[in-house]
């Protein structure tokens, strides 16, 4: 199987934080740039932030920067999305998704309609107190 997984979502207060992981299954995740989404109920699929293959380049969502960090361990083959400052507004189904290639983390926050290789299953965040 060849699959991502995402884990670490919850229900938290605002102002809280939460650390998202996703885990690839069945393949490494060192050649591919990763991207997170999210959406919440009656809108699109959004952009978050990406994550190149090396780990050196990152984008975020102007909604998010400064309050999210995006990482990566190759070594477990692993990205992480630090969530810190939690709003209500963060609320949502978040999905991690790889690119092989890398295009859709140049530069630019990541496109959900891009042609990912792998999406996730998604793991709910709910901010609320």
């Known amino acids: 199987q060849l699959q991502l997984v995402e884990s670490g979502g919850g229900l938290v207060q605002p102002g809280g934080s939460l650390r998202l992981s996703c885990a690839a299954s069945g393949f490494t995740l060192d050649y591919y740039s990763v991207g997170w989404f999210r959406q919440a109920p009656g809108k699109e699929r959004e952009g978050v932030s990406c994550?190149?293959?090396?780990?050196?380049?990152?984008n975020y969502a102007d909604s998010v920067k400064g309050r999210f960090t995006i990482s990566r361990d190759n070594a477990k083959n692993t990205v992480y999305l630090q969530m810190n400052s939690l709003k209500p507004e963060d609320t949502g189904v978040y999905y991690c998704?790889?690119?092989?290639?890398?295009?859709?983390?140049?530069?630019?926050?990541?496109?959900?309609?891009?042609?990912?290789?792998?999406w996730g299953q998604g793991t709910q965040v709910t901010v609320s107190s």
């Open positions: 994550i190149s293959a090396n780990g050196r380049g990152t």
């Open positions: 998704a790889a690119d092989y290639d890398g295009v859709s983390c140049f530069g630019r926050t990541p496109d959900p309609k891009y042609e990912y290789d792998y």
